[in-house]
């Protein structure tokens, strides 16, 4: 049975790409959003006719100075009263730059009222061992990590954040204890893992398929040590462009409720006291309901788009039997199967929208304790814009050794 956590007012201010067919970047997250009863305000960081997974697209990419210039519009006429501030995929380092000083600007002007606004930073950078932003961003991003109160990187993101390769959950848990202690973020998830039998992550290169993915999850103590928890999820055979921005959002909307239902909405950057595991915390609450809407739709899209695959292999074998088309005709028909397939996986959004507002079967998406041992010191505190060093607790961090015995790999 969901739990379903009522979500309270909220105003989101969404700054990511747009595209004119298809759901990702804001055109996916404002949907989500307005779905579960969000007002949002979006800036778009690039205009593009459809997503790249087509390979082509045109349109064009948002300036700085641009996305300056709106935020700006808006502080001019007092619109600025955010509770959420959520970004995604930006174009160029100097618009990282542009969007991190929007990100400050409303944190200063909330800081007398702690808990009125949350930063939710998905730092969109690569997959899968490789860049698709210019590599001068990635340094910027690091110098907005300490503002942020929740990132949602993938695998790669997180080495990239934390200097950290993630081999198993030994490493993946010293990532995450390196971005709460040095980068100061409370609140981290990390999304599609895949793990070996062996509790091993599962190389960029390899062809290898669990049946499963998987996220973990942590929110900080005051000493910055991880409470971690992990969700299992099925994988769909397809690639499906735009489940993160639909993971962001819907986490945007779910935290909200989940912070609100356990009284921590009015504390700083909506940390939960030391003494609530990590199972119980507002992150894993809302994560399984995010996983129980997403794995939903997906499966619904996921059939539409095996019937569209059945389909063109039985318009391809008519075609091959009837002629022999030569290598320019079979390239074309190649490039036309791709787009036909790639339409079939834009995520059947709108027709399943009562998936988002309630989320079926999410007991299937428990939380699983992740448990930790310490060890030896790791991760050093980095200063502000201010040159000042936060520490933020008692005593030396410690490096995690995590106790797999009773874990589901």
């Known amino acids: 049975m969901s739990t379903n956590y009522e979500i309270p007012e909220t105003r989101v201010l969404a700054i990511a790409s747009h595209v004119v067919y298809g759901y990702v970047g804001n055109t996916m997250a404002t949907f989500v959003l307005q779905s579960l009863g969000c007002e949002v305000s979006a800036i778009n960081t690039v205009h593009y006719s459809n997503h790249t997974a087509y390979k082509q697209v045109k349109g064009r990419k948002t300036t700085a ?135 091993t992550t599962v190389p960029y290169s390899a062809d290898y398929d669990s049946g499963t993915l998987t996220i973990v999850g942590s929110t900080a103590r005051a000493d910055h040590t991880p409470r971690l928890f992990r969700i299992d999820i099925p994988a769909f055979p397809v690639f499906f462009s735009g489940t993160g921005d639909m993971f962001a959002a819907l986490t945007v909307a779910r935290l909200r409720g989940a912070v609100f239902e356990a009284g921590v909405n009015k504390a700083q950057r909506w940390v939960s006291p030391d003494d609530v595991p990590s199972t119980e915390l507002p992150l894993a609450k ?17 059939a539409a788009w095996d019937k569209e695959r059945k389909l063109l292999d039985e318009e391809m074998g008519d075609v091959r039997a009837g002629q022999q088309s030569g290598k320019e005709g079979m390239s074309q028909e190649k490039m036309r199967r791709h ?71």
């Open 286 to 302: 809302a994560a399984e309901e995010v996983l129980a809407s997403m794995q939903a739709v997906l499966r619904k899209t996921y």
């Open 339 to 409: 787009l036909r397939l790639t339409k079939a996986a834009e995520v059947k959004l709108v027709r399943n929208v009562d998936d988002l507002r309630h989320p079926p079967d999410s007991e299937k998406y428990k939380a699983q304790e992740v448990i930790v041992h310490v060890g030896q010191s790791v991760g050093q505190p980095q200063p502000d814009e201010l040159g000042i060093t936060n520490l933020g607790g008692e005593g030396s961090q410690s490096a995690i050794h995590i106790d797999n015995t009773n874990q589901r790999n």
């Open 65 to 199: 100075e641009e996305i300056s210039e709106l935020y700006e519009g808006l502080k001019q006429s007092n619109l600025t009263d955010f509770d959420v501030l959520l970004t995604g995929y930006t174009p160029s380092a100097e618009a990282v730059e542009a969007v991190g000083r929007i990100g400050r600007d409303l944190k200063f002007h909330a800081n007398t009222k702690p808990g009125s606004f949350f930063w939710v930073l998905d730092p969109v950078m690569g997959d899968e061992g490789r860049l698709y932003i210019p590599e001068e961003e990635v340094p910027v991003y690091k110098t907005h990590l300490r503002n942020a109160d929740l990132i949602l990187p993938n695998q790669f993101e997180a080495e990239l954040l934390s200097d950290t390769k993630i081999r198993n959950l030994d490493t993946l848990a010293e990532a995450i204890q390196i971005l709460h202690r040095t980068h100061q973020i409370p609140h981290i998830v990390i999304t599609s893992l895949r793990f070996t039998e062996s509790g």
